[in-house]
């Protein structure tokens, strides 16, 4: 009995078996053709691909949510690609001092920056900042301030150790005669800023601190606002700004060494360190990877000339293609780069099948000008439909609002028709130079062959394991997730992605928040009332909230400090020192240590005894310290700890001094650094919205986003990007996903001329693609934007694995006994190897993108080798004993 389908491919087996043998007797020809070709294609890519990584590019600008963030971004310009400067200091004085060096510098620098703004260190808080304070905290501010205030006057006139030590001992003395005084917060601060010197981690005290009446804390922090200049043909294309910045803040003194550091994070420097990580992952298990695929082509071909066939076929079908990308898009973007990762799983498939065929006549005893003549036309007509099916699978992506990955779609779509026409051109050109036969064999079972019988042996096994499977696949997939936090994808211990985390947690600054303009106050007003009511929502901040209440009582209790405090004379330096400076400094600290001892001894109920206790402890290791040092040491010792006690006490002081001369404003006497970032030029009004839930949790996000939407549809901000970036992509995916899967049929059912054989192409494709989103669930590794790029890949080779050997099987007439014994079976599993070891390497990646997506790949992969090598042949048997019969 004569199978229709063959006749039926007959037209396309000649035409190849006919340009196969071309090629081998013209291969000298064909292969300086070829390296002529790849020669000019190498420049013309090097002078003309460019790369395009801006992210916002990645989908369709028609979406609403891109069109709400392009208003915003139009209408508040200042806020868009920005780096987040994270000042961090032992004290607030020197975390302002530091930012306003950095930020004057870097305003200077206009090649790099195109905006600078610290929010917190205007001189126009530092003036005001009493009336942001509320009254009652004012009367507190202004009781304390009284009362320190001949103490502050006595130190700032004679700031030294001694005179420091003096001022505490007499005011330890008053405690101890029965005044009322607070002394506690600076006995306190004194006790720890000399256990940090003590103990290797100098920090300076913090007068702020003291005259607010608040414990120290470990560490202050000031952010900047940058905005660098961008250049989009860079790979990276902050690298020049982020260098001239860390450049200006060793000019402003911020050094590694120093008391101040600084961190770098926004979502610019956030996408620069994730390329960074997902190129140097991929860097690194470049080596491992090509050692592993090429001792894979080894097992597969044994013989280097046939490896050599395959790299070589792959190298000319990447710079072809990457020289239609040039041509075509004219860039590549962070999505469409993997076009490279793509075309080398499913080329070498190609490749590895036409060899493999090769090789299978040539053990049969044919020479090799007839080898080359069948295995060009069996594979010809074979990988044509593949690359039909491969190219229609890509191409699906095109009309998709995803154009990141559409581009990709274009350039691998085409690709694949590049990499049948390099393997079956360059291919057998390369094989008249290469040994024409390969060591002898015996045609008998294959080694993977003898495995396989198993699943045909247990056929009903085969049948109930999968049903099983399948039906518990199903009751899983429901659970199968999207992961919409950009964060989650990135290496967790990069500097970008650590401090943009520890911001987020800070609910004051956190740069995760959604935003809303009003078209006037009025707007403005009643959408910041109606969203404060919801509770996904902590707070909401607009201009207004700026202008403080209440300004004419506070004015009045500003004035009063101001007179309390009365005139504060600070010395410009230190009086030059008289005799023994030292021993000056080690009597004042023993006098301190007596009157605390008679203190803590006369005065046990009393509430500052704890603070009086830990300072005298500080300062017995202090004596200990000094007991056994030499007399240098001990003199740069108490040097250090005079300047670690008095450092922020003129900033602190002239701080102070300039916030007693707060006067009333309005909102119009905002400054315009300030205003412009909250109120348009065309009289927009921003609103900025903090959830009230930590939005790391996709639930919680989704319920902040969808809650704020209720109230303004036009909202915009890193919230709502990630999550209508994500739905649109999945909404991309299934959408390319039930096109592909309608053109493939269509393709299949013209091509194999039965329905039947077009299920059983498509029945393993679907079963691995079900137990691959099943074992996302089991992992715990969601989908993501980077992972999903797996499935165009896992569905080009899930159709050529089966489609190959349903091919086989109707052209050959082979019953499944000898199917998986042929070089085709053969040819599956070591592509499919090939492409394992390529991506499973992936999964070591620091960048968790880059991870799951060699997680995803490696499941995915398994499982269509599974499918197609264990479940087909165990289907293909019925059908084939049926048309037998």
Not at 307 to 314: A, E, R
Not at 577 to 599: C, H, I, S, W, Y
Not at 688 to 694: H, K, N, R, S, W
Request: hydrophobic letters at 50%; charged letters at 15%; one cysteine or more.
């Amino acid at each position: 009995m004569t199978n229709p389908n063959k006749a039926s491919h007959s037209r396309i087996y000649d035409s190849f078996a006919r340009w196969s043998a071309i090629s081998y007797r013209y291969g000298f020809w064909v292969l300086l053709l070829a390296l002529l070709v790849a020669a000019g294609c190498s420049v013309y890519i090097s002078r003309n691909l460019g790369m395009n990584t801006d992210t916002t590019e990645m989908l369709s600008e028609n979406l609403p949510f891109r069109v709400n963030m392009k208003h915003y971004n139009k209408t508040f310009p200042q806020d868009m690609d920005t780096l987040l400067v994270v000042l961090d200091a032992p004290t607030p004085e020197q975390a302002r001092s530091a930012t306003n060096r950095l930020a004057a510098r870097l305003k200077k620098d206009t090649t790099n920056f195109h905006d600078v703004y610290p929010p917190n260190v205007d001189d126009f808080f530092v003036r005001n900042g009493l009336l942001y304070e509320s009254i009652p905290e004012l009367e507190q501010i202004t009781d304390r301030l009284a009362a320190a205030q001949p103490l502050i006057a006595h130190i700032a006139r004679e700031p030294t150790l001694t005179a420091f030590a003096a001022v505490l001992t007499g005011a330890v003395e008053e405690l101890y005669k029965g005044r009322s005084m607070e002394l506690g917060p600076v006995l306190s601060g004194m006790s720890a800023t000399l256990d940090a010197r003590l103990t290797g981690s100098p920090r300076a005290l913090s007068w702020q601190s003291l005259f607010n009446n608040e414990p120290q804390k470990s560490k202050y922090q000031e952010l900047i606002v940058v905005k660098p200049r961008l250049d989009y043909t860079q790979l990276f294309p902050a690298e020049q700004s982020i260098a001239a910045l860390h450049e200006a803040a060793k000019d402003a003194g911020v050094t590694e060494d120093g008391p101040v550091s600084l961190r770098i994070t926004g979502e610019v420097a956030l996408a620069e360190e994730e390329l960074n990580s997902s190129l140097r992952g991929m860097e690194y298990a470049g080596i491992v990877t090509f050692v592993m695929v090429v001792v894979v082509l080894y097992f597969a071909m044994r013989t280097p000339g046939l490896i050599l066939n395959v790299l070589v076929c792959l190298t000319l079908g990447l710079i072809l293609t990457a020289a239609f990308a040039t041509v075509a898009v004219g860039h590549l973007n962070i999505i469409s780069i993997a076009f490279a990762v793509l075309y080398i799983g499913l080329g070498a498939d190609f490749a590895i099948h036409f060899l493999l065929r090769y090789r299978e006549i040539l053990e049969g005893g044919a020479p090799p000008a007839e080898a080359i003549h069948v295995s060009g036309g069996d594979a010809g007509a074979a990988l044509t439909a593949c690359t039909i099916t491969n190219a229609i699978g890509f191409y699906a992506f095109i009309p998709t609002d995803y154009s990141g990955v559409a581009e990709l779609g274009i350039i691998s779509g085409t690709g694949m028709i590049i990499s049948l026409l390099v393997t079956l051109t360059v291919g057998p050109a390369l094989l008249r130079y290469l040994p024409k036969r390969p060591p002898a064999k015996a045609i008998t079972k294959s080694s993977v062959g003898k495995v396989l019988e198993l699943s045909l042996r247990w056929h009903k096994v085969t049948y109930a394991i999968t049903l099983i499977a399948s039906i518990a696949a199903l009751v899983i997939l429901p659970q199968v997730r999207f992961d919409y936090n950009l964060l989650n994808m990135q290496d967790p211990k990069g500097q970008a992605v650590r401090t943009f985390q520890e911001l987020l947690a800070e609910a004051d600054q956190s740069p995760w928040h959604a935003t809303a303009l009003a078209s006037d106050r009025k707007e403005a007003e009643r959408l910041a009332k109606q969203l404060t009511e919801l509770p996904e929502v902590s707070k909401v901040l607009t201009i207004l909230d700026f202008v403080p209440s209440e300004q004419d009582e506070k004015i009045q209790l500003i004035e009063e400090m101001a007179l309390t405090m009365g005139p504060i004379i600070t010395a410009t330096q230190p009086p030059p020192p008289e005799g023994d400076v030292a021993a000056q400094q080690r009597k004042a600290l023993t006098e301190m240590a007596n009157t605390l001892d008679r203190f803590i001894a006369g005065r046990p109920e009393h509430p500052a005894l704890a603070t009086a206790r830990t300072l005298r402890s500080s300062l017995a290791a202090l004596f200990a310290r000094l007991d056994a040092a030499g007399t240098d040491e001990r003199d740069r010792l108490l040097s250090s700890m005079e300047n670690d006690l008095l450092l922020t006490l003129p900033a602190a002081l002239q701080s102070l001094h300039i916030a007693t001369e707060a006067v009333p404003f309005e909102q119009q006497d905002l400054p315009a650094p300030l205003a412009s970032r909250w109120q348009s030029r065309a009289g927009e009004y921003r609103l900025a919205i903090y959830p009230e839930e930590d939005l790391n949790d996709n639930a919680a996000l989704r319920r902040f986003v969808r809650a704020v939407q209720q109230v303004t549809p036009n909202a915009t901000g890193a919230p709502m990007v990630s999550l209508e970036a994500g739905e649109a992509v999945v909404q991309a995916f299934i959408q390319a996903f039930l096109l592909a899967l309608a053109g493939i049929i269509a393709a299949l059912l013209i091509l194999l001329r039965s329905l039947k054989y077009t299920l059983l192409v498509l029945l393993p494709l679907l079963l691995s693609s079900l137990f691959t989103a099943t074992f996302t669930v089991v992992l715990n590794v969601p989908f993501n934007f980077a992972n999903i790029i797996a499935l165009p890949l896992l569905l080009g080779l899930g159709i050529d694995s089966s489609l190959h050997m349903v091919h086989r099987s109707l052209n050959n007439e082979m019953v499944s006994e000898l199917l998986i014994h042929t070089s085709t079976a053969r040819a599956i599993f070591y592509s499919a190897l090939t492409a394992l070891v390529d991506f499973a390497s992936l999964m070591f990646s620091s960048h968790q993108g880059t991870a799951s997506m060699g997680i995803m790949l490696t499941v995915g992969l398994t499982f269509t080798l599974l499918c197609t090598l264990v479940i087909l042949p165990a289907l293909l048997r019925a059908p084939v004993r049926r048309a037998e019969a």
